[in-house]
């Protein structure tokens, strides 16, 4: 499918949500060369289930979301020298701002040169992706755990990270690098690992934005310097790690009171 420069002579600026949907044949989509730039919104092409190219024709874009969505792109061709495509994702201004869903792309690698992903929309139907790997400088990545798919299984971040740490693929963060502790936190869905001793100085969040899910966790540390928010809700215990059946935590700990009344598995000092 060619998308024309030009309809009638009026210039082609923009592709609203859902204009190109539900064809199985389409496997590449070329943009005719343009002067004028084109905006692509969230799910612009939607369940294109054979699409795994899309030629850009050099052209300038601005992407407004997840613009092509279950569709199995691959490769992204002729973009414009404001766009860098590279392994799976497409950068713009050094962020990442969508990330193709093809099952070869079970990774996410952000490059030395990237400050990182927009913002959760660059996300949102990246249902293989399974590990998110970043390096010390990033900025930014996207701070409510509802963006994040179900096939997670750890967020890297590596250390020296003014505003992000990770533990065991487990990513927390800071609201502010002027903070001296790690605010909030996102345990990825499908984290395989029984156990999870925490950090220091950071706190478990199992609530608000984040809205935690993962039925693999059995056992968790709780270290001196560290809380869980909102320890006196069943929230954590019930829904957010459905399966825990044992709390370790510090003796002497300012939450253990709290804890002990609401959790009915196992609680061991240490």
């Known amino acids: 499918m060619t998308i024309p ?3 009638e002579d009026k210039c082609v600026t923009e592709i609203a949500k859902g204009a190109i949907a539900n064809d199985s044949k389409i496997t590449k989509i070329i943009f005719e060369s343009r002067t004028k730039h084109i905006d692509l919104y969230d799910a612009a092409f939607l ?6 190219t899309l030629d850009m024709g050099g052209g300038y874009y601005t992407v407004w979301g997840h613009f ?9 061709i002729n973009i414009s020298k404001y766009h860098t495509f590279y392994e799976g994702g497409l950068y713009s201004n050094k962020e990442l701002i969508y990330f193709c869903e093809n099952p070869c792309y079970s990774e996410i690698n952000i490059p030395e040169w990237s400050t990182g992903i927009r913002n959760g929309y660059s996300l949102r139907y ?31 971040v590596e250390s020296g990270n003014s505003r992000y740490m990770s533990k065991d693929g487990v990513l927390f963060y800071k609201i502010n690098s002027s903070q001296t502790k790690f605010g909030y936190s996102i345990y990825p869905y499908s984290k395989k690992d029984t156990t999870f001793i925490m950090p220091e100085n950071c706190t478990l969040c199992s609530r608000s934005s984040n809205l935690i899910t993962n039925p693999y966790l ?8 560290s809380t869980i928010n909102n320890s006196d809700s069943l929230w954590l215990y019930n829904t957010a790690f459905k399966n825990l059946k044992t709390i370790y935590i510090t003796a002497g700990h ?11 598995g196992n609680i061991y000092t240490y």
């Open 47 to 52: 369940n294109l289930s054979s699409l795994t």
């Open 218 to 225: 059995e056992t968790l540390y709780i270290p001196a310097t």
């Open 68 to 76: 092509a969505a279950d569709c199995p792109v691959k490769d992204i």
């Open 126 to 156: 990246s249902k293989n992706v399974k590990v998110i790997n970043a390096h010390k400088n990033i900025t930014y990545l996207p701070q409510s755990y509802n963006w994040y798919n179900e096939a997670l299984e750890a967020i890297n």
């Open 254 to 264: 300012s939450q253990y009171d709290k804890i002990s009344d609401t959790f009915t």
């Open 5 to 7: 420069a030009k309809i």
